[in-house]
């Protein structure tokens, strides 16, 4: 072959070569570029398409993050989803915590767990080291606590089942969390053997968990764990002793054995319940009560996201329909886009017609049109990651502003959120973007050339007009819910709630260890309330078990009047402790009959101040005052006198106004 003939075909070869058709990746970045491009050339376009984005993307991002926190994040543990939750059903509907015998005996006899677990507490209390008096969240655990959760000390070890043996003495020994090893001891590898006192009680630090298990609650840090057997010690004041069955105080938690589903251990668990409290009902429980402590029925449920979980999602129901809200409204946000951007490429109809025209297929400009979209919609989406994080702390704190008691979670982001937002971001381009795509690839070049004007005609104004409608539907039900939605919530946060919010001073008295020793605590509390009463410019003082407006209730159960041939047919109240004063104090006014009296008390016949709701339901248009009632199956409550009747207020639930208070 001659050289020139070699050349020939080497150029040949090389025009080939430049005319195969590029990889994806090239053809990627050939469309961002030229999606930028034609974004700068239209800055009006893209800086309404991105502030609407924005603002798309960020709200919903903001209540995800929320649910996330409160009830989607599992807990920082191996195999999270394995955890299980028992808790006890009571005759009244609510759940309540364990006795230790029962504790005892489903750990001897189920055959679904590899572990379980029992701990209480894990509320602040007193905590001295080296004389320095600080509060800090104590847990009374079981020895298979940390086990169970699949946890290695840090520093040293944790409890054993043998420190926490409730035949055996008491172990005084102590786990101390990563954060509080940070504050209190700076970080010293010294700590172990290291002694501290919780109410005045010696403990020996023996470990130190790792930095990334704060505990069982999201946003509170278990900072110090001791056995559960050491709780008499700390708490002397408790009314029966741990071991008695009559005292419910533990949750319980499970780690489902591999190939056991949470169905079967609800199974088998609900199959040997009724034999176990059958063999550990007190002999001292007669009657009544005997057939209500029979009755009580295990609600088992999945731990994966800590305790309570089921209980915490009711409070944040709301979200969800703020969700549906949000959803709504995105959908509105990419109706709106898909018409602008099939205005924007009505303008553009040229530019399209000659690219077909040069040999451009259709699905090729199609694939440019909803590039531009998946452009738009992650530029959109990074300000609207940032408003969304912004957005959850204000939609938490307007939530909890009213909440007097702290509300602690943790808003940080996480996969969950980051992988929400860029499905949220692709789902968004794909909605808005799909449609100007689908009409730029079945565009007729000849068609196209030969219209004058760029202006949507045809089956595409018939499309826009089309999205128009959608749209505006769209708004339309966006509005209503929104106006629903803030109505309700208008109604619910300025309800009369029935008592004084402005002018009451909520304080806590914080007991220095052994300070209440040999202390008459009536004479005690009625001379702190006269002393504060004296104070200028305060005019009531009043004590409490609760907190108005705290959004808890003390206790709850059913009240009848003593002829009733069953406690059960009663309504269900709330029911609370107050010292008197208390109404006057939060502004509550007593109807009929009498407040309560520094001599009433433990060694006085029982009396009751009701509310007017609750005398209604149980005696109807008659005089409550003088008659008697039964306050759930405890003994002592059996035969109360009504002394006061008061207005109605909603106390604990702004949606319910049954108090019942005891002296």
Request: positive net charge.
């Amino acid at each position: 072959m001659s050289e020139r003939r070699q050349a020939r075909v080497v150029n040949s070869e090389s025009r080939i070569r430049s005319i195969r058709p590029a990889g994806w990746a090239e053809t990627l970045v050939h469309d961002v570029r030229f999606s930028l491009r034609t974004f700068l050339k239209s800055p009006g376009f893209t800086a309404i398409a991105v502030v609407t984005l924005a603002l798309g993307i960020g709200s919903s991002t903001a209540i995800f993050t929320l649910l996330d926190a409160v009830l989607y994040r599992e807990l920082p543990v191996p195999h999270a989803e394995q955890l299980v939750e028992l808790r006890i059903i009571f005759h009244n509907g609510r759940h309540v915590a364990f006795t230790l015998p029962m504790f005892q005996e489903l750990q001897r006899d189920q055959q679904v767990f590899s572990e379980m677990s029992a701990w209480s507490g894990g509320g602040a209390q007193n905590v001295e080291i080296d004389g320095k008096l600080a509060r800090n969240n104590v847990l009374y655990a079981s020895g298979s606590y940390f086990s169970e959760l699949g946890q290695r000390p840090l520093l040293g070890r944790f409890i054993e089942p043998a420190d926490a043996n409730p035949s055996g003495p008491i172990s005084r020994v102590a786990v101390i969390s990563y954060g509080f090893w940070q504050d209190r001891f700076a970080g010293s590898p010294a700590v172990i053997g290291k002694q501290i006192l919780v109410e005045n009680q010696p403990f020996t630090i023996i470990g130190v968990t790792q930095k990334a298990f704060p505990g069982l609650y999201e946003g509170t840090e278990t900072e110090i764990t001791v056995p559960f057997t050491a709780f008499e010690l700390v708490q002397p004041g408790i009314p029966f002793p741990i071991t008695s069955g009559h005292w419910l105080w533990l949750s319980i938690m499970g780690r489902l054995k591999h190939g056991v589903t949470i169905g079967q251990a609800r199974a088998q668990l609900k199959n040997i319940w009724p034999r176990i409290l059958a063999e550990i009902v007190p002999p001292d429980e007669t009657g009544e009560r005997r057939q209500q402590y029979l009755s009580m029925g295990l609600y088992v449920t999945s731990a994966a996201q800590g305790p309570d979980w089921d209980e915490r999602a009711q409070y944040w129901r709301p979200l969800y329909y703020l969700m549906g809200m949000v959803a709504l409204m995105l959908l509105a946000v990419c109706v709106n886009l898909a018409c602008l951007m099939l205005a924007r490429g009505a303008s553009r109809v040229h530019e399209t017609s000659v690219r077909l025209a040069l040999g451009a297929t259709a699905g090729r400009v199609a694939a440019q049109t909803l590039a531009e979209g998946f452009l738009l919609s992650f530029v959109g989406a990074l300000p609207g990651l940032a408003l969304g994080f912004w957005g959850a702390r204000w939609m938490f704190a307007l939530l909890t502003q009213l909440s007097v008691a702290p509300v602690v979670i943790g808003l940080r982001p996480d996969f969950h959120v980051l992988a929400f937002t860029a499905g949220v971001t692709v789902v968004t381009a794909i909605l808005f973007g799909l449609v100007p795509a689908l009409r730029a690839s079945r565009s007729d070049p000849g068609t196209l050339l030969r219209q004058e004007s760029p202006i949507l005609a045809g089956r595409g104004g018939r499309l826009g007009q089309a999205l128009i409608v959608v749209q505006i539907s769209l708004s339309l039900m966006l509005v209503l819910a929104s106006a629903l939605f803030t109505r309700t919530f208008w109604n619910l946060r300025y309800a009369a709630p029935g008592f004084d919010r402005k002018f009451v001073l909520n304080d806590w008295l914080l007991a220095r260890p052994g300070a209440s020793k040999n202390l008459d605590l009536n004479t005690y509390y009625h001379e702190l309330t006269d002393r504060l009463r004296s104070l200028p410019g305060v005019r009531a003082v009043g004590l409490g078990d609760f907190v108005p407006g705290g959004g808890q209730s003390p206790s709850i159960d059913n009240v009848a009047p003593v002829g009733a041939s069953s406690v059960a047919k009663g309504p269900v109240s709330d029911i609370s402790y107050c010292a008197p004063g208390f109404f006057d104090a939060i502004g509550m006014d007593i109807l009929r009959g009498r407040d309560f009296a520094w001599t009433d008390g433990p060694h006085q016949p029982r009396v009751a101040v009701v509310s007017l709701s609750l005398a209604k339901s149980l005696f109807g248009g008659g005089n409550a005052i003088g008659t008697h009632v039964r306050v759930g199956t405890v003994p002592l409550y059996q035969d109360i006198e009504i002394v006061g009747v008061v207005s109605d207020a909603r106390l604990y639930n702004p949606r319910d106004a049954h108090p019942l208070s005891l002296p």
